[in-house]
T-cell receptor, first 115, second 111 residues
Framework: EAGVAQSPRYKIIEKRQSVAFWCNPI?????LYWYQQILGQGPKLLIQ????????DSQLPKDRFSAERLKGVDSTLKIQPAKLEDSAVYLC?????????????FGSGTRLTVV | RKEVEQDPGPFNVPEGATVAFNCTYS??????FFWYRQDCRKEPKLLMS???SGNEDGRFTAQLNRASQYISLLIRDSKLSDSATYLC????????????FGQGTELSVKP
C-alpha cells in the first residue's frame, strides 16, 4: 500500500512570503490531519478533515494559515505571510476512520525554514 | 498545563541498559494510548499501543495507570538502534479522535 505522500520535502522562504504544502493521503482514508512540529517539540495538530469537511481547526492560526481538501482526497496547507516562528516540519497524516481505530500513517513531512 | 507531559531528556545510556520513560496526561476522557518512535529528520511511527492490562513486545513493555493518568515505556537490553525520540500519544474521542503528542523524550544509546 502506498503511504502518505507530501511535497515539497524542503522549502526555504523569506519572512512575509507565501508557501503551500501538498498532501496525498492513503487511498480510502477519510480522515486527514496536518500537524506542525517545531524543533524539540512534539507534533501539534493544526487541522483535521473528515472527507472534505473540517472537524477541528481550533489551533490553526487563521490569520495566516489556511487549508483545504476540496474533493475529500488531496489537501493543501498554505501560509501567507510566513513568519520566522513558522519554521517547522509540517506533517500530514491520514486514518481510515475519524476515531483512528485502525491506526494513523504519517507522511515524511515538509521541512520549512523561514529566514 | 500541557495535555501530555513526558520526562525531559535526553537520556544517555550504555548498550544493554534498561531505561524507562514516563508520561502523564490531563484529560481523564482519554481513551487510547500509544508510544511512537521518531528518528532524526523522520516522521513519527507507531511503536506500540498501550493497554490497561499492560503489554509487552519483545524488549519493550508499556504500562497504563488510568487512575493516576500515567503511562510508561520500559526498554530492556537497549540497542544502539533504539536511539530515537519517544513520543507519548493519547487520543480523547471527545476531542474528535485527534492524536495529542507529548514533547518527546530523546534516547541516545552509546556503545
Amino acid at each position: 500500500e502506498a503511504g502518505v505522500a507530501q511535497s515539497p520535502r524542503y522549502k526555504i522562504i523569506e519572512k512575509r512570503q507565501s508557501v503551500a504544502f501538498w498532501c496525498n493521503p492513503i487511498s480510502g482514508h477519510a480522515t486527514l490531519y496536518w500537524y506542525q512540529q517545531i524543533l524539540g517539540q512534539g507534533p501539534k495538530l493544526l487541522i483535521q478533515f473528515q472527507n472534505n469537511g473540517v472537524v477541528d481547526d481550533s489551533q490553526l492560526p487563521k490569520d495566516r494559515f489556511s487549508a483545504e481538501r476540496l474533493k475529500g482526497v488531496d489537501s493543501t496547507l498554505k501560509i501567507q505571510p510566513a513568519k520566522l516562528e513558522d519554521s517547522a516540519v509540517y506533517l500530514c497524516a491520514s486514518s481510515l476512520d475519524i476515531q483512528g481505530t485502525r491506526g494513523y500513517t504519517f507522511g515524511s513531512g515538509t521541512r520549512l525554514t523561514v529566514v | 498545563r500541557k495535555e501530555v507531559e513526558q520526562d525531559p531528556g535526553p537520556f544517555n545510556v550504555p548498550e544493554g541498559a534498561t531505561v524507562a520513560f514516563n508520561c502523564t496526561y490531563s484529560n481523564s476522557a482519554s481513551q487510547s494510548f500509544f508510544w511512537y518512535r521518531q528518528d532524526c529528520r523522520k516522521e513519527p511511527k507507531l511503536l506500540m499501543s498501550v493497554y490497561s492490562s499492560g503489554n509487552e513486545d519483545g524488549r519493550f513493555t508499556a504500562q497504563l495507570n488510568r487512575a493516576s493518568q500515567y503511562i510508561s515505556l520500559l526498554i530492556r537490553d537497549s540497542k544502539l538502534s533504539d536511539s530515537a525520540t519517544y513520543l507519548c500519544v493519547v487520543i480523547a474521542y471527545n476531542q474528535g479522535g485527534k492524536l495529542i503528542f507529548g514533547q518527546g523524550t530523546e534516547l541516545s544509546v552509546k556503545p
